[in-house]
């Protein structure tokens, strides 16, 4: 009868348990959804950031490219008394701290 008793004790302390780890699963499973969604909306932000970088990029190339274009085809003289200046990456590293302004 003792060990009946115990046994009876035992079932149901692996009973609780049982129910605490289906819980702490289903928390779980509802914290991974969570977080798988998260990741797939900061994946699909990422891939438009790429590909904003990219067509800045492009632009950008575009841009240099007309400038380089139009100081071959028509250098624009500017009269002595006006001072335009733009800004220009070094060529040795294109780092954006590293701008330098030239005077045209």
Do not use: D
């Not at 009868?1 to 702490?24: C, D, G, H, P, S």
């Not at 274009?69 to 200046?85: F, I, Q, R, Y």
């Amino acid at each position: 009868v003792e060990k009946n008793l115990k046994l009876e004790e035992k079932i149901t302390m692996l009973q609780q348990q049982n129910e605490e780890l289906r819980a702490r699963i289903e928390q779980n499973t509802v914290i991974t959804r969570q977080l798988s969604e998260e990741n797939a909306n900061l994946q699909e932000y990422v891939e438009k950031e790429v590909e904003e970088k990219k067509k800045l990029s492009r632009t950008n190339e575009e841009l240099l490219w007309k400038l380089q274009e139009g100081e071959a085809v028509s250098p624009v003289k500017l009269p002595p008394a006006s001072s335009t200046s733009f800004y220009h990456c070094s060529s040795e590293n294109s780092s954006p701290a590293k701008v330098r302004t030239l005077r045209r």
